[in-house]
Structure formats: structure tokens, C-alpha cells
């Protein structure tokens, strides 16, 4: 059975730094994009930023330039690290991966809070 594990979620000031990570242990045979998306009260869940297996990445317009995806082929991890932090950057984070152990499937972290206030 293959789980994502989130961490690295919490309370900052605007204008403040967090790093998130996430983990996927169990049955793996390979990895191919993972990313993180996050939702606000009362709104979609929307794609934040992803990364393929070879590393090429994307951003919401909404991040660019703040936040940063990276990932650890060797340990199954993906980082994201987010720098200069809005109000409006506060969100439950969930990780993503599309993950083969028998065939391939999307998996989905439980989440992490993420809270930007003064």
C-alpha cells in the first residue's frame, strides 16, 4: 500500500518562510510528476506547483518567483519551499504523486495547514 505523508505546515507572519515535504513510502515501482495543490475555505483546490521525474516544474501565477518545488528521486520526497508569504497563501497543502506499484495511480497526502497571519 502506498501512503504520502505531509509535514512542515504551521503558523507564520506575512512576509515569512515555510518548507513543506512529502513522502510516499510503501509498494512504489516508480514516480512520475508530483506536485501540491492547496485549498481556502470556500474555494477549489488549485494546482500550486508540480514537478516531473526529470525535474522540469510548474507554477501557478499566483506563486512565482515565492515559492519553489523540488524533489528527492532517491527518497521518494518532494519539497516545497515557500518564501515571502501573503494572507492569501493560507490553505490547507496537499501533496500529489502518480505513483506505480501494480499500475499507475494518483495518490493524495491528507494535508497540511498552512496559516499566513500577523
Known amino acids: 500500500q502506498v501512503q504520502l505523508v505531509e509535514s512542515g505546515g504551521g503558523l507564520v507572519q506575512p512576509g515569512g518562510s515555510l518548507r513543506l515535504s512529502c513522502a510516499a513510502s510503501?509498494?512504489?515501482?516508480?514516480?512520475?510528476?508530483m506536485g501540491w495543490y492547496r485549498q481556502a475555505p470556500g474555494k477549489q483546490r488549485e494546482l500550486v506547483a508540480s514537478i516531473t521525474s526529470g525535474g522540469s516544474t510548474n507554477y501557478a501565477d499566483s506563486v512565482k518567483g515565492r515559492f519553489t518545488i523540488s524533489r528527492d528521486n532517491a527518497k521518494n520526497t518532494v519539497y516545497l519551499q515557500m518564501n515571502s508569504l501573503k494572507s492569501e497563501d493560507t490553505a490547507v497543502y496537499y501533496c500529489?504523486?502518480?505513483?506505480?506499484?501494480?499500475?499507475?495511480?494518483?495518490?493524495w497526502g491528507q494535508g497540511t495547514q498552512v496559516t499566513v497571519s500577523s
Open positions: 510503501g509498494s512504489i515501482s516508480s514516480i512520475s510528476n
Open positions: 500529489n504523486a502518480r505513483i506505480r506499484s501494480n499500475f499507475w495511480k494518483n495518490y
